[in-house]
Nanobody, 127 residues
Framework: QVQLVESGGGLVQAGGSLRLSCAASGRTFGGYAMGWFRQAPGKERDFIAAISWSGGSTYYADSVKGRFTISRDNDKNTVILQMNSLSPGDTAVYYC????????????????????WGQGTQVTVSS
C-alpha cells in the first residue's frame, strides 16, 4: 500500500508557474512509477505525465509537453510537477498516482495503469 498526499496547488495568473509536490509513504517509494493526472469540472480525469522508478524515463501528454516537467527525489519520497506558462485551460484538480509498473506509453487507458491515488490539489489559473 502507498499513501499519496499532494500539495502546492493554488491560484496563479495566466503565464505564471506552480510547483506541485506529492509525498509518498508506505512501501518503498523507489519501487513505484509515479504519475500526475488532472480533472477539470465536468470532465474526465486526464493523464499529464509519468516517471519511471529511477527517474530515467518520462512520458508526457501532448497538451503539456514543453510546459510541464515531472521529476522525483527517491531519498525524499517525493514526486514533483513543475508547471510553467499556465493558462486558464490548466485549471483543474491535480492528482498524483503510483503503480509498481512503468509503461512505455500512456495514451491508452492511462488511469488503469495506476493503482494508488492521492486526494488531489486544486490549481486555478486566472486570466
Amino acid at each position: 500500500q502507498v499513501q499519496l498526499v499532494e500539495s502546492g496547488g493554488g491560484l496563479v495568473q495566466a503565464g505564471g508557474s506552480l510547483r506541485l509536490s506529492c509525498a509518498a509513504s508506505g512501501r518503498t517509494f523507489g519501487g513505484y512509477a509515479m504519475g500526475w493526472f488532472r480533472q477539470a469540472p465536468g470532465k474526465e480525469r486526464d493523464f499529464i505525465a509519468a516517471i519511471s522508478w529511477s527517474g530515467g524515463s518520462t512520458y508526457y501528454a501532448d497538451s503539456v509537453k514543453g510546459r510541464f516537467t515531472i521529476s522525483r527525489d527517491n531519498d525524499k519520497n517525493t514526486v514533483i510537477l513543475q508547471m510553467n506558462s499556465l493558462s486558464p485551460g490548466d485549471t483543474a484538480v491535480y492528482y498524483c498516482a503510483a503503480d509498481p509498473l512503468y509503461y512505455s506509453g500512456y495514451r491508452t487507458d492511462p488511469k488503469s495503469k495506476f493503482r494508488y491515488w492521492g486526494q488531489g490539489t486544486q490549481v486555478t489559473v486566472s486570466s
